[in-house]
Structure formats: structure tokens, C-alpha cells
């Protein structure tokens, strides 16, 4: 359970850019991969609590989940998976180890109210 | 009437502040010319027993310590002394796992120099430590006999993030009918081509193998980016 340390994180990001845009956050955008090791559920639970007395009490998170998209040395194409527990390509079947997308926790965009 | 929201961009990593931390540490750390092997594994894999006899092996010729996080006590640390290589505990509190600031506190006056190995034992746990680059050059993940085959399945994201996995307690494998060649599978499935081996810190079973791995790696590493 480390959902609150990042969404703790992700609640101090936010109060800093809106204290220096001098505006109010009502919403933040958030890419987050299937191999981040964050449960979305989690993540959206703690963030209500991490946003208790701060500027950003009853903004929403809002959470894009982001694909693993891997590399198939065969195929030489971006391939999808069929599950994250079989790192292969999905048209071949070829393991690989190289994922090209699917770690990501980023802040992408923040709704303000000015 | 109030406005509708505006949208802005912002494009901001949730971990900068780590990976900026382990990024400066990975520096330093190759500047030092030490090598950095993390361990990461689920409580009661045998990290501890493991790092007690890999620091006992390496010390014969190499200089080498540890950095040991535990949540609240410093048993490890005790245990790892034994082996007479500097150790230093990390107490973690309630945290579950260690993030970069923390092995940069512990290093800070303590870097015992100069080293060959620098080991990190990581709290025992399978979900937080995956997300928190420490500045290592290695990543090992252990997984033990008794804990069955499915663990790698369980948790994909730990599985993924390692270098090298590491099936520990081999001399109880027949007692526990652990089914090796499945267990393998699954932790190829999630981590195609990781490195792998199988040792019991008992019996020092495959342990010479790995230390052999490990010396490799350091050579090669220096190799690379001599001082």
C-alpha cells in the first residue's frame, strides 16, 4: 500500500503549480500504466485523503489507464499484450522483455478555476 | 456565473523527486566505482540469509557492506554484522518499501569506501518497492521454494522491474514439492530473459555460481566507465 505516499506526491505537485498560477485545481489528469504497481481503486481512496485541509479538498482525480505496449524483436512492431502476466506479443506469441509503455504515473494536465 | 475549468498541461513524472534523487546517486555511485545490488522479495524469502552469506563469500575478496531496511527493528542488521562487513539499518517506521531519499540519508557520513559491493536490502514486500528507483546497478527479486510457483504471476510488476531472479531454500524443494520448471515459467512469462538462479544459503548450493555472476558484472561495469 504506497497509494498514499503517491498520491500524496501527486497533491503536492498540484498545490505548487496552482499556488504559482495563483488559481484553484479542480481536477487532475493522470496517466497511469498497468505495470506502475498502483491499484487505481487505492490510488483513488488515499487521494481523497491526501487532499484533507489542502487547497485541493474536493478536487477529482481522474485516472487514464495506460496499456503495456511492448516490443516484438519478431514481429519489429509495437505490440499490445494479452495480459501482463505473458510478456509476449500478442500477434506471435514472441516473449520480450522490452516494455515501451505501461510504467507510467504522470501528471498530464490540472482543470483550474481561476 | 462561475467559469467552466480550464484545462492546462502540466507533463509531470509523480517520482521526479526520486528518480532525480537515484539519478544523483547512480552518479555517485559510479563515481565511486561501486556496485549497486538492490534485493527486493516478499517477507520471510530468505533476503536476509541470503545477503549473510553472499556479503561472508564476496568479503573473502572484495570490500563490500550493506544497507538493510526493515520497518522496526534491527534484527537483520544484527544478523548481518555477523558476516563482519559494515551494515547500516534503515528503519523504514510504517513505510513498506525504501525510496531513494533514504539510502541517500544513510550514505550521507556512513559510505564506507572504498567498496566493490554495495548491498540494499529493501523491505519485504512484493507491490511498493517496485515503483522506486534507488540508484542501483542490479536489481535482484527472491523468491523462495516454499512460497509455490505462482508468486511471478501474482505480482508482474516487481517480476518485470528485476534484473536477476534468484529461487531460494533449493535444499527444501523436494520437501515442499516445489515445482521448479513451472515456477521458471512463470518467471519467464513476466520477465522475459531476467537472469535466473537457484541456491540455498544453507547448503551454499548455486551460491558460487552467482557470486561468480555478480564479479562479472562488477568488472564489466567498471569496464565500462572507468574512473
Known sequence: MHELSIAMSIVDMACEEASRRSVRVSAVHLRLGELSGIVKEALLSSYEMACLDTPLQGSQLLIEAVPVVVYCPKCKERRSLSSVQWLSCNECGTPTGEVLQGKEMEVVALEIVE | ?227
Open chain 2, 1 to 227: 456565473m462561475s467559469q467552466p475549468p480550464r484545462i492546462i498541461e502540466v507533463r509531470k513524472n509523480v517520482l521526479k523527486q526520486n528518480d532525480t534523487i537515484a539519478r544523483g546517486l547512480r552518479e555517485r555511485f559510479r563515481e565511486s566505482g561501486v556496485f549497486v545490488v538492490s534485493l527486493v522479495s516478499s517477507p520471510g524469502s530468505g533476503k536476509t540469509a541470503f545477503l549473510e552469506k553472499t556479503l561472508s563469500l564476496l568479503r573473502l575478496d572484495h570490500q563490500v557492506a550493506a544497507l538493510v531496511g526493515d520497518l522496526a527493528t534491527e534484527n537483520d542488521a544484527l544478523r548481518l554484522a555477523r558476516s563482519g562487513a559494515p551494515v547500516k539499518q534503515i528503519t523504514t517506521g510504517t513505510l513498506c518499501h525504501l525510496e531513494a531519499v533514504m539510502v541517500q540519508n544513510a550514505l550521507d557520513g556512513w559510505e564506507p569506501k572504498p567498496l566493490d559491493f554495495l548491498f540494499i536490502e529493501n523491505v519485504g514486500n512484493l507491490v511498493c518497492p517496485s515503483s522506486y528507483d534507488l540508484g542501483e546497478n542490479l536489481r535482484l527479486v527472491l523468491t523462495s521454494v516454499t512460497e509455490g510457483e505462482d508468486k511471478p504471476l501474482k505480482y508482474p510488476t516487481i517480476f518485470n522491474g528485476a534484473d536477476v531472479a534468484i529461487i531460494t531454500k533449493m535444499d527444501l524443494a523436494a520437501a515442499v514439492e516445489f515445482d521448479e520448471a513451472t515456477a521458471i515459467a512463470n518467471i519467464r512469462a513476466v520477465r522475459p530473459g531476467i537472469e535466473l538462479f537457484k541456491i540455498s544459503s544453507k547448503s551454499g548450493q548455486g551460491m558460487e555460481s552467482l557470486m561468480k555472476y555478480l564479479r562479472a558484472r562488477l568488472a564489466e561495469t567498471r569496464e565500462m566507465s572507468p574512473n
